[in-house]
């Protein structure tokens, strides 16, 4: 197994679930009979298995596999933002496609994609948004959820680190104070 894959739970929109490998990136391909995209997932018992991207709701990439638990094993027990998010990226709000069960409606998520050329990367060549959830400290690192998946998505916020303040026109003009502090001493004095 080559050190760049990573331990994923894959998650069918009907529920289920499929622990394995898959890289960080560029894993999605055309499958060869038709236009259908599918992942190449490398199982827990080594055989590569063939999951066609319209059927996935959203990849995690988690640090234990958890198997003890058929229900969630990726553990994304916290879905939305407690508060604004404090890492730079954009907030994005996306609800997943379905039908909404009568006690429910349909499920929202929450989670900061790059602020950078990588987020068109992403849409561009895996179909799909890489987040970051919004609880980094669960089993679940990162997620990616294809573009097949997303039946709505709102930006709610671009997070940025804060900004330096920027010089003033024309201050670079003013001398310091410290360039006239010994301007006015007699050459043989020395500054304590």
Not at 31 to 42: H, K
Not at 83 to 110: I, K, M, N
Request: with cysteine.
């Amino acid at each position: 197994m080559s050190s760049a894959h990573k331990k994923v739970i894959v998650r069918r929109l009907h529920g289920d679930t499929l622990a394995g490998y898959l890289p960080l990136s560029g894993f999605v391909r055309f499958r060869a009979s038709g236009e259908d995209r599918v992942i190449d997932l490398l199982d827990l018992s080594g055989r590569v298995t063939q999951v066609a991207l319209q059927d996935i709701k959203h990849i995690c990439y988690v640090r234990d596999f958890n198997l003890n638990d058929p229900v969630a094993p990726e553990r994304l027990t916290r879905k939305t933002f407690l508060a604004r998010p404090r890492t730079e990226g954009l907030w994005l709000r996306l609800t997943f496609r379905g039908q909404p069960s009568p006690t429910s409606e349909l499920e929202q998520f929450e989670g900061l994609a790059p602020l950078d050329l990588s987020l068109m990367d992403d849409i561009l060549h895996d179909a799909g948004l890489f987040l970051l959830p919004p609880d980094v400290r669960s089993n679940t690192q990162r997620i990616y959820i294809p573009r097949s998946a997303i039946s709505e998505l709102q930006l709610l916020a671009v997070i940025t680190t804060p900004s330096r303040k920027k010089p003033l026109p024309g201050s670079s003009s003013i001398p310091s104070l410290q360039e006239d502090l010994f301007r006015n001493l007699p050459p043989n004095a020395k500054p304590n």
